[in-house]
């Protein structure tokens, strides 16, 4: 008798990601046997889907830059209509190390959740940021744990995995704005099960982020705004999770 092994999917939604993008889908194709890498070319000016064909990904190209909320909905429709059993978000910057993919793996597999965040936070890991970002953090990660009424402790890592039922629920409907944060809720709210585990996150490759101080906080103001808008849409979302 033979055990069928999962079906994987790694999306990567890429925009303007030409000098990182190779080297992170080869390092994910490494790190499991038999894993498909998707990248999602969210309407890039630059060589970034050629050079991800090139290093051996299947690439879905959007016509305009649609932010990552709409390039991983892409990601996860197109899991959800080719029968993957397992879809797992990694960044294109090379900040996620795909070495710890078959951790996060063991941990779906074992049935302790739907949805696996690899944490920054949840243990020490040698991760640093700024005092002001780590404090923006702390307060999203409190709110959310409210919401939630479970500690979590990484609200806005993008390195995420989801077994089929979260595959089906995001390819439904994927938040737009604000995704990392209020996936989790949304998550929370349709019954999936939410657990953390540490992984190590290392600089950006190439580039640099666009986040200011500024910037910053008016992402926690508005994130904030959106977190309080799903708990008051909350029965809306529980009479379509039991209708």
Request: hydrophobic fraction near 40%; glycine fraction near 8%.
């Amino acid at each position: 008798m033979t055990c069928k092994m999962p079906k994987v999917l790694v999306i990567i939604p890429a925009y303007n990601e030409e000098k990182t993008v190779g080297q992170v889908v080869r390092r994910a194709l490494g790190a499991l046997e038999g894993v498909d890498v998707l990248v999602v070319d969210d309407g890039s000016r630059d060589a970034t889907a050629d050079v991800a064909m090139r290093a051996g990904a299947r690439v879905l190209r959007l016509p305009f830059n649609l932010g990552i909320g709409g390039a991983m909905q892409t990601g996860y429709r197109y899991a959800w209509r080719h029968g993957y059993d397992v879809a797992v978000q990694v960044d294109a910057d090379g900040q996620h190390n795909p070495e710890d993919l078959p951790q996060l793996l063991r941990e779906l597999w074992r049935g302790r959740a739907d949805l696996i965040v690899g944490s920054r936070y949840v243990e020490e890991t040698g991760y640093r940021s700024s005092r002001a970002r780590r404090a923006g953090m702390i307060v999203l990660a409190r709110l959310v744990s409210g919401i939630l009424h479970q500690a979590v402790y990484d609200t806005t890592s993008g390195y995420r995995v989801v077994n089929r039922e979260g595959i089906r629920l995001f390819a439904e409907q994927y938040p737009a704005d604000y995704p990392e944060v209020e996936a989790l809720v949304l998550a929370h709210y349709h019954g999936l099960c939410i657990r953390e585990v540490a992984v190590k996150m290392e600089e950006r490759k190439a580039g640099r982020s666009s986040i200011t101080p500024l910037r910053s906080a008016y992402y926690m103001i508005k994130v904030i705004l959106a977190l309080m808008m799903n708990v008051l849409r909350r029965p809306r979302l529980s009479r379509e999770n039991h209708g």
